[in-house]
């Protein structure tokens, strides 16, 4: 064997060697896990010890082998643990607090306290050691101690330190249930950060001990400390977390402006509150926090194409909630997108204004040539790439089943679905071409390709393949005399989605007089209560998603009818308390719903608003 041979076959044995060694190491910390986890309490400290001596006496390793020794009760054994590891650890306070406990365990409690002593001593120089004893002390309700460690802790901390420590003290007092002394240590705390923004888990624990209240008064001294040092930021952001707890959000708006113009900042505070106002549907304040962005930074910003088409959608949503809304408002909203898209031509980047100007056009203005003419500009322009063009393709097809042009739709359809077979934008693709053929009344094409989409990646394409599949099933089954009654009321859907609500609603009407046994009563009075809601006829709509829930509910159709009924009390008819029985009746009545998840998040929130 050559020399070249020799050396590599040397170093692939000694790659083998040790990785056996790293996935024995892995192997016996999973192993020792399960034993402790299982309350094998005595193998897990046989296991520990293992791994504490491989790990050259590392501390955390010898904390799990102390805690299972204490866990088995081998008492003398963990203070045998304890004196080894004195020997190579000289001095830690934490041992010191380990030593303490095990003596306390034993009934000898004058040891005990003489060491619990010796370790808030020695902590004082520890910053590390000085949390660990203290969060210790804490988990044995010993708070004096505890805030004994920290306070002597104080005395040497560096000043980065000493944040940790104001804020270990706040969350002392508030186990204590002393809200002054929490709040004059929160205040120290956000003082001493000195222009280093509290992060985001920090806010969230501080969301978890602090009350609206409490929120209120650390507001008002954090008003008081930015008069006495203006320019600490820390200060100034978390005067905004604090108007946003209080959903004070045009305070909150106005003072991120007055921080992002003073010191010059890329509008990344302010996007990011927009979006945060936005999904707690204060969209006014959202969208005039996006039309900032747009206003005064550069195009070349990261977040000024992403504000713009916020900002635009959102105002077609005040838009779309506000029952005053005419044609002329939205004839201005189109007015404000082509005005943009001028500006910035069609390309990639304004893809999402182009393809939201057309539905503009084509669902609130009616103006269905047009929009079909805005997304043809979209196609015929060679700098928009295949992905986009899609996207627009889709929506085009929408348009033509808007015209009744069902096998244009149909076509453009099965382009993407060619083209994107195996993405997201194909599914799609092929959910609403097998729509179509249900409208068009072929239920067995349709209810093939519905089956095959049932697990699609996308969740909202998956359940309405599976709702419109079990639908079909269910309601024509091995009943012939079904097809028929079937192919009216999906004829009337059609209808529906082309806003010719009267030749519905006709069309729904005529199945009960022509089939009066047929199996759609409550599939017919759900989709009028849809009809009713777009038609602004709030008492009709909630008047039929009632008779659904009422007299069916045991069928397909009852959960639907529930979720869209308590949106319609929460979001449009302002009666928070039937919102939140109806949410509540899902998660708890239909607990398989797909609805159920969603129904239990809805009645939190809306629980937490009141």
């Not at 193998?43 to 520990?48: F, L, R, V």
């Not at 607090?97 to 370790?119: C, M, Q, S, T």
């Not at 980065?160 to 420590?165: E, I, M, P, S, Y």
């Not at 085009?396 to 015209?403: I, Q, T, W």
């Amino acid at each position: 064997m050559s020399y070249k041979n020799i050396n590599r076959a040397f170093f692939l044995l000694l790659f083998v060697f040790s990785y056996s060694i790293q996935s024995f190491g892995q192997n016996s910390q999973t192993l020792a896990r399960h034993y402790y986890v299982n309350g094998e309490y005595e193998k897990a400290a046989e296991m520990y010890k293992k791994i504490y001596i491989e790990k050259q006496y590392a501390e955390n390793y010898f904390s799990y082998y102390y805690q299972s020794l204490v866990n088995a009760e081998l008492y003398k054994e963990a203070l045998k643990a304890i004196e080894e590891h004195n020997k190579k650890r000289p001095g830690s306070a934490y041992t010191y607090f380990l030593e303490g406990r095990v003596h306390e365990l034993l009934g000898e409690n004058k040891k005990a306290e003489k060491l619990y002593d010796k370790a808030i001593i020695t902590s004082k120089g520890q910053f590390n050691n000085s949390l660990k004893v203290g969060s210790s002390f804490i988990q044995l309700s010993k708070y004096d101690s505890a805030l004994k460690v920290y306070q002597n802790s104080l005395e040497v901390a560096s000043e980065q330190n000493k944040a940790t420590l104001y804020y270990r003290i706040a969350q002392l007092y508030n186990y204590t249930g002393d809200e002054e002394k929490k709040l004059e240590y929160l205040s120290a705390y956000f003082r001493q950060m000195k222009g280093v923004n509290v992060s985001n888990y920090m806010k969230s624990n501080l969301k978890k001990i602090l009350t609206d209240q409490e929120i209120e008064k650390v507001k008002n001294n954090l008003l008081e400390d930015i008069q006495k040092d203006p320019d600490n930021q820390s200060l100034l952001d978390m005067l905004v977390w604090c108007y946003m707890q209080l959903g004070m959000y045009q305070q909150a708006y106005r003072q991120l402006v007055a921080i992002d113009k003073r010191y010059n900042k890329q509008g990344k505070e302010v996007y990011t509150f927009a979006v945060d106002a936005r999904k707690s549907e204060n969209y006014k304040i959202s969208a005039k926090a996006f039309k900032y962005i747009v206003d005064e930074k550069d195009k070349k910003s990261p977040y000024y194409y992403v504000s713009l088409t916020n900002y635009l959608d959102l105002q077609g949503i005040i838009l779309e909630k506000d029952t005053t809304t005419t044609k002329e408002d939205y004839l201005g909203l189109q007015k404000e997108y082509e005005s943009f898209i001028k500006e910035l031509g069609v390309r990639n980047r304004t893809s999402n204004l182009i393809l939201d100007l057309a539905k503009l056009k084509a669902l609130r203005i009616l103006d269905v040539d047009g929009a079909i003419s805005t997304l043809q500009e979209l196609l015929d322009n060679r700098y928009v790439d295949s992905s986009n063009k899609a996207r627009a393709k889709l929506l085009l097809g929408d348009f033509y089943l808007l015209k009744d042009e069902v096998w244009e739709a149909s076509l453009l359809f099965s382009q993407v679905d060619k083209k994107f077979k195996e993405g997201e934008l194909g599914q799609q693709a092929r959910y609403k071409n097998a729509k179509l053929h249900y409208y068009m009344g072929d239920f067995n094409w349709a209810q093939i390709i519905f089956d095959i989409l049932k697990p699609a990646t996308s969740k909202l394409i998956s359940n309405d393949a599976i709702e419109t599949s079990v639908f079909i099933t269910e309601t024509v089954g091995e009943d012939s005399t079904m097809v028929e009654p079937l192919q009216k009321y999906a004829n009337a859907e059609l209808l529906m989605y082309q806003n010719r609500y009267d030749e519905a609603i006709s069309l729904m009407d005529s199945i009960n007089f022509l089939f009066p046994s047929n199996k759609l009563e409550d599939d017919i009075w759900y989709k009028k209560a849809q009809i009713f809601k777009s038609l602004k006829k709030y008492d009709l709509s909630v008047q039929m998603y009632q008779q659904v829930i009422d007299k069916y509910p045991e069928e397909l159709r009852a959960d639907n009818a529930l979720f869209e009924l308590a949106d319609l009390y929460e979001t449009v008819l302002d009666d928070k308390d039937k919102a939140l029985e109806l949410y509540k009746k899902i998660f708890v009545d239909y607990s398989n719903s797909t609805f159920a998840i969603e129904a239990r998040k809805k009645y939190r929130e809306l629980s937490e608003k009141e």
